[in-house]
């Protein structure tokens, strides 16, 4: 989610040409209040399970890696 929120924001931004801090920060907050004026909830597809499962594996390969 957070690496969505970071390419949204590139995205929004990308456009813009700023010559100053101040600028930029204006931009921000105006992304910020577009966003928040529509707040959509971020529902999971996955289940539990199966993200449990993809954990055990990579802490599986993480560990092999660690020992080898």
């Known amino acids: 989610m957070v690496e969505r ?3 949204d924001i590139t995205v929004f931004l990308r ?3 700023f010559c100053s801090a101040r600028e930029l920060e204006s931009s921000i ?4 209040e577009l966003r928040n004026a529509q707040p ?8 539990g399970e199966e993200i449990l499962s993809k954990i055990r594996r990579a802490r599986d390969v993480m560990d ?5």
């Open 64 to 68: 092999a890696q660690m020992e080898g």
């Open 15 to 17: 456009d813009g040409s």
């Open 5 to 7: 929120f970071f390419r």
């Open 40 to 47: 959509t909830r971020y529902i999971w597809n996955a289940k």
């Open 29 to 32: 907050t105006t992304f910020l």
